[in-house]
């Protein structure tokens, strides 16, 4: 574990695997021998690098749209239907929080694909206050059968929310929301990573990891 130079954090090793981080204990488990904390000079200045390239492609893919591709609500489903993809493969859906298939209890969603070779897919939900995303992604259908990453190729991009609430019971792919800051969410369990502003979450993230797709710059 990496954190920034005193002043800023108080470090003290409690035992193997416990430390002390500003007097709020940490335990880390690294194999059979714990791990190590360590500070570092240039911390600060890597994390707001990252922050701001987070911030710009969120930005950047906000500004996508493929008017073909839709979503549609049917019984218990939410189809992502895929008409079009760019020269990348890469299927953008646009959608608001609001929509009542997004605030709707113990739908699955599903990746109906109308056209071969998708290689990733990227959902941008519009909103800045979005207090309830109880939709699930089904794993099966959506990710693991459908795209060459399984749901690795899969991006959840919050890119105006400032208040993001997770209740969803089981969620799969990357969540990107680098302007959000959440509440105290319960029975959150989500596969693959979150990326927020000021995450307070009790939950459980877990693999895949993000697969970025191919990318030729040229595309259009």
């Known amino acids: 574990m990496l954190i920034s130079n005193p002043p800023y954090r108080n470090v003290a090793k409690v035992d193997n695997i416990k430390w002390s981080i500003n007097n709020r204990q940490v335990t880390l488990n690294g194999g059979n021998e714990g791990a190590e904390v360590f500070h570092n000079s240039s911390i600060n200045g890597t994390c707001v690098n990252m922050t701001n390239a987070l911030i710009a492609l969120s930005q950047d893919l906000a500004n996508r749209s493929m008017s073909r591709n839709v979503i549609k609500a049917v019984d218990n489903k939410i189809n992502c239907i895929v008409n079009e993809t760019d020269c990348n493969g890469v299927a953008v859906f646009n959608a608001n929080a609001n929509d009542t298939w997004m605030i709707q209890n113990s739908k699955d969603f599903f990746l109906v694909m109308n056209i071969p070779n998708v290689t990733f897919v990227v959902l941008n939900i519009w909103g800045k206050n979005i207090s309830s995303t109880n939709a699930k992604v089904n794993d099966g259908s959506m990710c693991s059968s459908s795209l060459p990453n399984g749901c690795g190729s899969v991006l959840w991009n919050f890119l105006e929310a400032t208040t993001l609430r997770l209740t969803m019971d089981q ?39 993000l697969v970025p797709p191919p990318c030729r710059t040229n595309c259009v």
Do not use: C, D, W
């Open 171 to 209: 969620g799969y792919g990357a969540m990107l929301a680098p302007y959000a800051s959440s509440g105290s969410a319960q029975n959150v369990n989500f596969n693959g990573a979150i990326v927020m502003k000021s995450p307070n979450l009790n939950a459980e993230t877990h693999f895949p990891r």
